[in-house]
């Protein structure tokens, strides 16, 4: 079951600089999208969301955008911190499935000095 | 802040034995959700629970498996007769009751092992 692709396993980027993680869906009856941050031994961490309806939204340092057409949303994390390092999931879900989230398979990002 | 507990943190265990791993949900939260992590793949949705009813159910959630509220804080995930490949982390989740898009919060996991 691939609805939700994050191709990139891993990204590294220098402390100040960007970070843009990238997510693919297939399924368009999803209506809400997800980022969650992820430490080894811990459970997942709610970062950020956008509905449908929008096409951005932004907290902070993390702004994530949606292109419906693409079926495509990315997350940008500015100014990149070395307490960043972690792994990053793409996750969806649709308003008729009960709060089933589908992840993606994640990236693991490296904020070097 | 409040968060989603969950104990143990760690579980091994006989294949064909029974676990009990146990989730408290955040207070006022009335969603409760169970996924799991096998090594090395992606986070997997077993069951979704609401009103003291199971909402929706995966594929991998069969008649091994069973969740209950038994009391007005906890949250169970039973697994009967464990196999090996039910060895995975095991995360539990709750979400509030307001509108249909509601972000899940997720606790630290239980590491189950079957031995």
């Known amino acids: 079951d691939q609805q939700v692709k994050q191709n990139s396993p891993s990204l590294s980027v220098q402390e100040g600089r960007i970070s843009i993680l990238n997510c693919d869906y297939t399924?368009?009856?999803?209506?809400?999208f997800l980022w969650y941050k992820k430490y080894p031994a811990e459970g997942p961490t709610f970062l950020i969301s956008?509905?449908?309806?929008?096409d951005k939204n932004e907290d902070g340092r993390f702004t994530v955008f949606l292109n419906k057409s693409a079926k495509h949303l990315s997350l940008h994390i500015v100014p990149s911190q070395p307490g960043d390092s972690a792994v990053y999931f793409c996750?969806?879900?649709?308003?008729?499935?009960?709060?089933?989230?589908?992840f993606g398979a994640g990236t693991q990002v490296v904020v070097t000095p | 802040e409040p968060e989603v507990t969950q104990t143990p943190s760690h579980q091994v265990t006989q294949m064909g034995q029974e676990v009990i791993l146990r989730c408290v949900p955040i207070?006022?939260?009335?969603?409760f959700y169970w996924y799991r992590q096998i090594l090395g793949q992606k986070v997997e949705f077993l069951v979704s629970?609401?009103?003291?009813?199971?909402?929706?159910k995966s594929e991998i959630f069969d008649d091994q498996f069973s969740v209950e509220r038994p009391d007005g804080s906890n949250f169970t995930l039973k697994i009967r007769s464990t196999k090996l490949e039910d060895s995975a982390m095991y995360f539990c989740?709750?979400?509030?009751?307001?509108?249909?898009?509601?972000?899940?919060?997720f606790g630290p996991g239980t590491r189950l092992l079957v031995l």
């Open positions: 989740a709750s979400s509030d009751s307001e509108g249909d898009q509601e972000t899940q919060y």
């Open positions: 629970f609401y009103n003291n009813e199971i909402s929706e």
């Open positions: 996750a969806a879900s649709r308003t008729d499935s009960w709060g089933k989230l589908q």
């Open positions: 956008i509905s449908s309806i929008k």
């Open positions: 207070s006022n939260h009335l969603y």
């Open positions: 399924n368009s009856m999803f209506d809400y």
